[in-house]
């Protein structure tokens, strides 16, 4: 079936440093991408998403680019922030249907 | 966007009772999901929950264990029967549509 795999973390960094969070899927056919996004003691936020290969889909300064040649949605951020501090889950839709398959979730930690 | 409202956000329970938690949706939508979230793991679909049909269900979770109802468009509720320890979790309800899905807050459940 479908299936997400995410890099694992934590991952902490220092403000302004580039961010990267490795994504990978396995699905058939075309499905949807997205990323969401845990801020400490909140719910669950859509952060990014893309529907087709080769879309970038965008906000807050993060970018991810569904790349069907190699199966990857990575997120990155140029500059990150100590709010950017967060869980970040990569997820798929698979194109038959509409539910959201998660991977593991990455866990961000900014510094000052 | 839809803003998923649930209850209750939590509760301690003792083993062996049951507990249903309530999910509001303030538009009309398609799809809607409930999902667990066990401490420090990723998120797991339990089931679909269908408009006025049995829900579907998701391998490793059944009915009689977490019975769910949709009565309408906006509304449903998960049900986590004969509680154990092992049932601790976030219990998350998303709905939406293909493409996004927006997510509550969740119902923390601690079971003593």
């Known amino acids: 079936g479908d299936s997400v795999t995410q890099m694992e973390g934590p991952v902490t960094l220092s403000e302004e440093a580039f961010l990267t969070i490795n994504c990978t899927y396995t699905?058939?056919?075309?499905?949807?991408l997205f990323w969401y996004v845990q801020y400490p003691g909140e719910g669950l936020q859509l952060l990014l998403k893309a529907t087709k290969a080769d879309d970038k889909g965008s906000n807050k300064g993060f970018e991810a680019t569904y790349r069907k040649e190699t199966t990857s949605f990575h997120l990155e951020k140029g500059s990150v922030q100590v709010s950017d501090s967060a869980v970040y889950f990569c997820a798929l839709s698979g194109s038959n249907d509409y539910k959201l398959s998660f991977g593991a979730g990455t866990t961000v930690t900014v510094r000052a | 966007s839809a803003v998923i409202s649930q209850k209750p956000s939590r509760d301690i329970c003792q083993r062996g009772t049951s507990l249903t938690i309530q999910c509001q949706v303030d538009s009309q939508v398609t799809m809607m999901f409930w999902y667990r979230q066990q401490p420090g793991q990723s998120l797991t679909l339990i089931a679909t929950?269908?408009?006025?049909?049995?829900?579907?269900?998701e391998s490793g979770f059944v009915i009689d264990k977490f019975p769910i109802s949709r009565p309408n468009l906006t509304f449903s509720t998960l049900t986590v029967s004969n509680m154990s320890p092992e049932d601790s979790s976030i219990y998350l309800c998303?709905?939406?549509?293909?493409?996004?899905?927006?997510f509550g807050e969740g119902s923390r459940l601690t079971v003593l």
């Open positions: 929950a269908n408009q006025g049909s049995e829900a579907t269900y």
């Open positions: 699905a058939t056919g075309y499905p949807s």
């Open positions: 998303s709905a939406g549509q293909r493409g996004e899905l927006f």
